[in-house]
């Protein structure tokens, strides 16, 4: 079975200033993607980044970034520049082969300081 | 563009009363998820709907549990008779038929559920 720690319950960044939210995973599948999304207060999931198991190179989609390490076994999410809208959970979710179904992580809440 | 909604956002009832969650999905995704968060654990996933048919319920906790997407359009999600334990936040997710890149998963806000 797929495990996935995300090892900060919290976080606090100070505005502008970049962070890094920490995602481990565990799976034995040799093709996966791994997805990044964000919770508001909203409730509303939103996409943020996705990275496949074989891509090059780290994926990257404005302020957001991936350090994604295949031996290591993981995905930290980099998120510059931050904003007081950034404030949200954050959930690290891998998805492995054809099945849609994801896998997740506890979330890290993150809170942005003006 | 609507995105997916579900109704309702919150629900209280009782312990052995029934209540139904719908889903509607973005119009044209083939692909509708049912995922639960508990309070404290992690975000589980419940099933998965190919247009009207079910491709994966594992995840379903037990047979109190009645999933139904009609004619492959919006989806519901019947709890009967609801048990203390299946108080959280019911989200529904869809995504195309045909595969983008990523698969992406649009998610719906949630209904909360509240068994008392």
């Known amino acids: 079975a797929q495990k996935i720690t995300q090892t900060q319950p919290g976080m606090f960044v100070q505005e502008k200033e970049a962070v890094t939210l920490d995602c481990t995973y565990d799976?034995?599948?040799?093709?996966?993607?791994l997805f990044w999304y964000k919770q508001p207060s909203s409730g509303e999931m939103i996409f943020l980044i996705y990275q496949g198991s074989y891509d090059q190179q780290n994926a990257t989609e404005g302020r957001y970034s991936l350090n994604f390490q295949k031996a290591r076994k993981s995905a930290n999410l980099v998120i510059s520049a931050s904003q007081l809208g950034d404030s949200a959970m954050y959930f690290c979710?891998?998805?492995?082969?054809?099945?849609?179904?994801?896998?997740w992580g506890l979330g890290t809440s993150l809170a942005v300081n003006p | 563009e609507a995105g997916v909604t579900q109704f309702p956002s919150h629900s209280v009832i009782e312990k052995g009363q029934t209540v139904t969650l719908r889903c509607d999905p973005i119009?044209?995704?083939?692909?509708l998820y049912w995922y639960r968060r508990v309070m404290g654990k992690e975000i589980k996933f419940l099933l998965h709907?190919?247009?009207?048919?079910?491709?994966?319920e594992s995840g379903m906790p037990n047979n109190r549990f009645l999933a139904e997407r009609t004619g492959g359009t919006y989806s519901t999600l019947k709890v009967q008779p609801a048990e203390l334990e299946d108080s959280g936040v019911y989200f529904c997710?869809?995504?195309?038929?045909?595969?983008?890149?990523?698969?992406?998963?649009?998610f719906g806000e949630g209904s909360r559920l509240t068994v008392l």
């Open positions: 997710a869809s995504s195309h038929g045909q595969s983008r890149a990523t698969g992406e998963l649009f």
């Open positions: 979710a891998p998805r492995a082969g054809n099945n849609r179904k994801l896998i």
């Open positions: 119009s044209g995704h083939d692909n």
């Open positions: 709907f190919v247009k009207e048919s079910k491709q994966d």
């Open positions: 799976t034995s599948d040799p093709s996966y993607g």
